[in-house]
Every structure is written in structure tokens, then in C-alpha cells.
């Protein structure tokens, strides 16, 4: 069946969104390579990198949420999208004269951190804007299959790449696909309306009133609690596992690439299939299933060994993991868009972001310090049995129909 338009200006922000995410995954933990390559980093520095990054650029972000709600949406993207552009552009600029610091790598990190927060607030809000309610979950739909498509294209092309070209090759392209983006949304065009004369200024208040409301929101506060765990746990893990694999177990960066990589395909189906088993089964049903099964991998990855049978067991682990959150994602982030108030979107993402990155930091520190006492696979391992318990948080989704955006409104037009 043909596809369903959602018209030219969404075409330009897929488009941007696109261009940007093959960069972010050609460029796939590109600063843990390099301060593993290059700069001979242990576990706890490049912890210390991931944490670090996330961290200092939530707490940079969290006026930011408040200021873009009063903002047009667009012209912040495209400041974003430069401030990321010359912040990463200055690694590889560093590293051909000879600065490159671990130093530089955090701070570089920080920036991206704070820009990508507010990136992610305006861009929810320009997305509610230029679709109709019931196409959020078409839209979210091929957000995510692009996302999986570039995890999945990204992470084996980048590792080819830094083998061939040297370790900041995929960090310069990265720097291009941010002004890549710029453009790509520049070219949306129309007008798009100021906020209202009389919305107030940035207040102090005015973000934890966004927590507050996220934490009194009887739909938004479980999903709220499971998201920012289970990714959390899942990243903090993530360096743990690059030190496991590039160091004592051997694996040469296009191994580690690949094993990240070609599982995504799966994530691409996952994305797919979203908006049928959503028509078929609900959405809540599909939200607690996906959202369950995508707690049940991670364990697997802390029995790695080396070798071809240690490579298979990553690709196993990974594609049953992104499977799972291919379907949960686009469901997730179409039930939340809808139950946000029009007015609190952009502040309401802008914290759901910084608290998410913030515990990402917390987490990641944290067991950067476990594999320090312990091992890298024993902190592995606790992070796997620790998201077995984060289910139970799903079952308290609010039941009741959408008052906004109903997906049954969906179920005509996901038929392709």
C-alpha cells in the first residue's frame, strides 16, 4: 500500500533528524575510542567521560527548558544545531596539531550535553506543530526506523572508517551532519508563530514546576520512572562494555562496531511493526509487553567471552534489546506527546531529558566505581539483574483513553 504523506515541512524535519542521527551513530562512542585509543584511558576515566558530559550539560539545560517554551521553536534548533557543530568540530581540529586533552573531550562533551537537551524540548514541540494528532504515531514511527537504520548503518561504517582514516575521522563527519541538520531545517520554512505576547519570563520556578507536573500526572509519572531507569542502566553499562570488549577480551573497534550495529535491524522492525500491533492489541498492551521484554537482555551481556562466540552472543543480546524498544519508543513518545499540555511541552521534555541525562550520569559514575572495586562484567552483571525489576513500574500506566490524539483515530491510517 502506498506510504502516507505527512506533507513537505515534515519532510525537511525527517530529513534534518535523518542526517543528524547517521552522523551521532557513524561517530558511535567515538569519545570512549578515543580516550581508549588515544589518550590510554581506564574504566573509571571513560565513566568519568560519559557521566561527566551528561551531567554538567543537565544542569546547564535546566534553564533552557523554560526559556524555549517562549521561543519560536526552528531558530533554537538551528542555534543548537551550530553550537554542536563547532563544539565537535574543535576534536578533530585538536587532534591534527597535537592539543587533544582528556580535558577537552569532557568539555566538548558538556556542550553537546546542554545542546542536545534543548534540541530534543524544541524539537517535540515543532513536531506536535507541523502534524496532526493522529499521525504523531506515523511520525514517531519513522523517527524511530531512522534511528535504527542509522544505529544499524552507523557503528560498522564508523568503525571502518576510524580503522582506514584514524580515530577522529567519524568525529569530523559528525560535526558536518549538525550543520547538515541546520540546514535541513532552515528549509522547512513558513511561519511559525511567536509564542503569546503576554507568556511569562524565565522563572526559577518554572521548571520544577515541569517536574511537579510530570510527578502528579498519573499517565506520565510510571513511564516517566521506567524510562529514566532502564536507559539509564543500559548506559551506564555501556562504557563498562566498551573496556570489556576493546581491552581484555580483544575485539578490534570494526568487531565492536558490528556487534552494536547489525542487531539494529531489528530496532527498524520493531519500528515498523509499532503502529499495526498498536491497531491490533492496544496501546497499553503493547506498551507493558515491549516495555517488559526490553528489560530482559542486558544480563546477557555479562557472560561476553572472546572470539567468534562472544561476538554472536553481543549481536543476540542487542537484537533482542532493540527489537523490543523499536516497538516500545515510537508508542511511548506518541502517548506522552498526547498527554502533555500544549502550553508545557517544551519545558515538560526539557525535564524529562535533564533528569533522564542526569541519572544516565549518576548511574554511570556509579558503576564506573563498581567496576573499579569489582570488575567491568561483574558491574554488568548487577546493572542486568537491577532492570529485571523495572516492569513492575509499567503496570501503573494510566489506562484511560487519550483525550488528545486518540490512537484509535490512528488505526485508518497506519493501513500503507
Known amino acids: 500500500m502506498r506510504r502516507r504523506s505527512l506533507g513537505r515541512?515534515?519532510?525537511?524535519?525527517?530529513?534534518?533528524y535523518a542526517v543528524s542521527t547517521l552522523g551521532t551513530f557513524l561517530a558511535f562512542d567515538a569519545f570512549a575510542l578515543i580516550a581508549i585509543l588515544v589518550l590510554h584511558a581506564g574504566p573509571a576515566e571513560v565513566s568519568v567521560l560519559a557521566a561527566a558530559g551528561m551531567?554538567?550539560?543537565?544542569?546547564?539545560?535546566?534553564?533552557?527548558?523554560p526559556w524555549v517554551e517562549f521561543r519560536r521553536k526552528r531558530p533554537v534548533m538551528v542555534a543548537m544545531d551550530l553550537i554542536r557543530f563547532a563544539a565537535v568540530l574543535s576534536v578533530p581540529?585538536?587532534?591534527?596539531?597535537?592539543w587533544l586533552s582528556f580535558a577537552?573531550?569532557?568539555v566538548v562533551s558538556i556542550i553537546v550535553g546542554a545542546a542536545d537537551i534543548a534540541f530534543k524540548a524544541a524539537s517535540g514541540a515543532c513536531l506536535k506543530a507541523l502534524v496532526r494528532p493522529e499521525d504523531l504515531l506515523i511520525a514517531n514511527g519513522r523517527f524511530e526506523s531512522t534511528t535504527w537504520t542509522a544505529t544499524a548503518l552507523g557503528p560498522p561504517l564508523g568503525g571502518a572508517l576510524i580503522g582506514l582514516f584514524g580515530p577522529v575521522t567519524t568525529v569530523a563527519a559528525n560535526a558536518v551532519s549538525y550543520l547538515l541538520s541546520a540546514a535541513g531545517i532552515r528549509a522547512i520554512g513558513g511561519n511559525e508563530p511567536h509564542p503569546e505576547r503576554g507568556a511569562p519570563r524565565l522563572?526559577?520556578?518554572?521548571?520544577?514546576?515541569a517536574w511537579r507536573y510530570i510527578l502528579t500526572h498519573p499517565a506520565l509519572r510510571p513511564l516517566f520512572l521506567n524510562t529514566i531507569l532502564v536507559n539509564g542502566l543500559i548506559m551506564a553499562t555501556a562504557p563498562l562494555v566498551a573496556v570489556l570488549m576493546l581491552g581484555s577480551l580483544g575485539f578490534a573497534p570494526w568487531q565492536y562496531g558490528l556487534a552494536f550495529g547489525a542487531p539494529c535491524v531489528g530496532g527498524l522492525i520493531g519500528a515498523r511493526l509499532a503502529p499495526r500491533l498498536v491497531a491490533r492489541f492496544g496501546q497499553h498492551k503493547v506498551m507493558l509487553v515491549a516495555g517488559a521484554l526490553r528489560s530482559c537482555w542486558s544480563l546477557g551481556l555479562a557472560f561476553v567471552s572472546p572470539g567468534a562466540g562472544g561476538l554472536v552472543l553481543v549481536i543476540a543480546v542487542q537484537l533482542g534489546l532493540v527489537t523490543s524498544v523499536g516497538v516500545f519508543n515510537p508508542v511511548f513518545a506518541t502517548y506522552r506527546l498526547n498527554r502533555i499540555e500544549a502550553g508545557r511541552i517544551a519545558r515538560t521534555l526539557a525535564a524529562w531529558s535533564i533528569t533522564s541525562n542526569a541519572t544516565i550520569a549518576a548511574l554511570t559514575a556509579l558503576w564506573g566505581l563498581l567496576a573499579s572495586i569489582t570488575s567491568p562484567r561483574a558491574a554488568i552483571a548487577i546493572a542486568g539483574l537491577v532492570i529485571l525489576a523495572t516492569p513492575l513500574l509499567l503496570r501503573r500506566i494510566d489506562r484511560t483513553p487519550q483525550r488528545e490524539g486518540d490512537l484509535a483515530h490512528d488505526a485508518p491510517a497506519i493501513r500503507r
Not at 9 to 16: D, E, H, K, N
Open 9 to 16: 515541512r515534515f519532510g525537511w524535519l525527517w530529513s534534518a
Open 55 to 65: 551531567a554538567v550539560g543537565a544542569v546547564l539545560a535546566v534553564p533552557l527548558g
Open 93 to 98: 581540529a585538536a587532534f591534527a596539531l597535537g
Open 104 to 106: 577537552q573531550l569532557l
Open 203 to 209: 522563572r526559577a520556578g518554572d521548571l520544577l514546576g
